[in-house]
């Protein structure tokens, strides 16, 4: 959610009150080298650990502390400003502050922020080892997790204090790749508001086999690659996707909806069913021609020096699908159009 | 059918590979793709069929508005 036009993400850098607050400084300048719009927010106990002068100097605009800040209010009021970003990150984030956030305290700016937000919201939890591992904390922990808010950190090692342990802040090159990555997702997803959105498409790919007896098959070269890319990229144009895939080695894409299958007759199936309720198909797979006339029921022998295989004709999945799309052509709406991207005989893969 | 992606395979083309190279044929046009890497081609297929899509989607329209008509 980028709702800023020409520039890049709004971040509402907040920080509560602790040692690693200088490290925000750092987090402060990554997310203004990535083009991001950042405005700080600061506890009274924040400020007590660094001046407002060094975000101010960092970010262009003046630091919001207080929520009686006359001028500041008038400018922009707590509500519109807890609207204003595409996040909010609490970096470092003090046990104090969690356990407010926990129990919608809006005693500060800063909670009165996260309790008034409805934009994602990301912690970088700093504090004691004994503190972070007290069962108080750990239980606030859990409740926002479970609220959604995202938590980075916190990392173990030497700890400001003297001690070694769970607590300390997470680096502000982790703090800033993990929110800027997050944020990436979200306007992807966004994306998928586009011009196929609300329309179901059918992608087959991959290869098919097809078996010969309990233990071997035929089959072809397809990685399914191109009709992964291919599932990916028609749902990032906002489409609903059924992937029919042959036996393939790789991860599902991301929101599409997988239908495995083996040989070139589940794969027909498969391809007719989904494409019931479907707008377009595209036939990336690369379907056997042919398949053995008969499976033999057992492992076939090493027994005579030639063995002749006979294979069938499969139906080409596209024009069996075609021939049921013409078919029901008189229905209302703008249906179906089957795109076929393949060569003569073969898909690519 | 109202696209057709022709590629040529074999001679270590397409296929068990990360890049590839199509030419998409329709009633009126075509389109030369890649050679690029499948993600690549994939982006510029699929917007492809969004467009012609879109445009199938209006002249069915269209036609239906005029089989409305002639029928008044």
Partial sequence: ?????????????????????????????????????????????????IGAQTFQALTGKPVRSSLWDEAAEAAMGHIE???????????????????KIAHGFAD?????????????????????????????????MATLRSRGLRIIGPGSGEQACGEIGAGRVAEPEEVASTVLAALARGAALQAADGPLQGRHAVVTAGPTREPIDPVR??????????????????HALGAEVTLVSGPVSLPAPTGVRMV???TALEMLAATQAACATADILVGTAAVADYRCAAIAGQKIKKKSDTLGLELTKNADILTELRAACSSSASRQKPRSWPSMPRASSNARN | MNLIAANWVGG??????????????????????????????????AGLIAERFAAFASLQTAATKAAKKSKK
């Fill in chain 1, 217 to 234: 098959f035929i089959t072809n070269r397809s990685s399914g690659k191109q009709g992964y890319a291919v599932a990916a990229a028609l």
């Fill in chain 1, 81 to 99: 400003l807890a609207r204003w970003p595409d996040a909010i990150v609490i970096a470092p984030a003090t046990a104090n502050t969690l356990a």
């Fill in chain 1, 108 to 140: 500060d700016l800063l909670t009165t922020l996260v309790l008034a937000t409805d934009r994602p919201i990301f912690v970088a939890p700093a504090m004691n080892r004994l503190m972070w591992a007290n069962a108080a904390t750990q239980a606030n």
């Fill in chain 1, 1 to 49: 959610m980028v709702s800023n036009s020409n520039a890049g993400p709004r971040i509402l850098l907040a920080l509560s009150g602790g040692i690693a607050a200088y490290k925000s400084a750092e987090l402060a300048r990554r997310f203004v080298k990535q083009g991001c719009d950042v405005q700080v927010v600061m506890t009274e106990s924040a400020l007590r650990f």
């Fill in chain 1, 260 to 262: 495995p299958c083996e």
């Fill in chain 2, 12 to 45: 270590g083309r397409a296929f068990d590979r990360d890049d590839n190279q199509l030419t998409v044929y329709w009633a009126d046009g075509e389109l030369a793709i890649g050679p690029a890497d499948k993600t690549e081609i994939a982006k510029q297929l």
